[in-house]
């Protein structure tokens, strides 16, 4: 069973630092997703991973996926305070999981101003 | 190009009674995935449908029910409502269930209080 854990759960940070946020999944997997959620809303999709090695960046935002390492980190550069929300990885289980996706618990990340 | 469309937005509704949401994907996309989404469980797969079959289906009891129609909309039914079925449901979209390479669409989520 194809499980997915993101850690942190919850991170409180400055505005200016950089962090990671860090998603692994327990089987192979070539494609990860990353959401972006804001309190009470619904989820808009941030990165599209693909390929073992995919960076992809947007802004502040930058994420990597390490197929071998079963691993997705989402770097953040320089937090604002608009950057403040839920983000959630999600893993496709592919042909074993009929196609299904396993998404992470989430990361809650409040940026202080 | 029109996004996923879910109705109603809010929804207010009594223990016991039932209740029917609905979701129309972006054109083109064959596939629908409902979620449920509470601050105790987090985001949970309720079912996904392509071609109006149910392809996957997630641990929800048979209080939960969907189907999808020949143009693509998809509605989600939750019979004799529980306190606990408080939630946003989540509907999302994608072109094929094989080829999700974009990934899904989210729909805007409908909030359900059940009093």
């Known amino acids: 069973e194809l499980k997915v854990e993101q850690n942190p759960l919850f991170l409180s940070m400055q505005e200016g630092k950089n962090y990671t946020i860090y998603c692994n999944y327990s089987?192979?997997?070539?494609?990860l997703y990353w959401y972006r959620q804001d309190p009470g809303k619904s989820l808009e999709s941030l990165f599209v991973?693909?390929?073992n090695g995919a960076v992809k960046q947007e802004g502040r935002l930058m994420a990597s996926l390490d197929t071998k390492a079963r691993l997705s980190t989402l770097h953040i550069t320089a937090a604002v305070h608009d950057l403040s929300a839920t983000y959630f990885c999600?893993?496709?289980?592919?042909?074993?999981?009929?196609?299904?996706?396993?998404w992470g618990a989430g990361t809650k990340l409040i940026i202080k101003p | 190009k029109a996004g996923v469309t879910q109705t109603p937005r809010y929804l207010i509704k009594t223990r016991g009674q039932q209740v029917t949401l609905s979701c129309s994907p972006i054109?083109?996309?064959?596939?629908v995935s409902w979620y449920q989404q509470t601050p105790g469980q987090g985001l949970q797969f309720l079912f996904e449908?392509?071609?109006?079959?149910?392809?996957n289906k997630g641990n929800f009891p048979g209080r939960f029910s969907g189907r999808q129609f020949s143009n693509s909309r998809s509605e989600m039914n939750v019979s004799t409502l529980e306190l606990g079925d408080s939630a946003l449901y989540l509907c999302?979209?994608?072109?094929?269930?094989?080829?999700?390479?974009?990934?899904?669409?989210f729909g805007s989520g409908t909030r359900l209080t059940v009093v």
């Open positions: 999302a979209s994608s072109p094929h269930v094989s080829l999700r390479v974009g990934g899904y669409t």
């Open positions: 991973l693909l390929s």
């Open positions: 089987t192979t997997s070539d494609r």
């Open positions: 054109s083109g996309h064959r596939s």
């Open positions: 449908y392509f071609s109006e079959t149910q392809r």
């Open positions: 999600a893993v496709d289980g592919g042909a074993d999981s009929n196609y299904q996706l396993i």
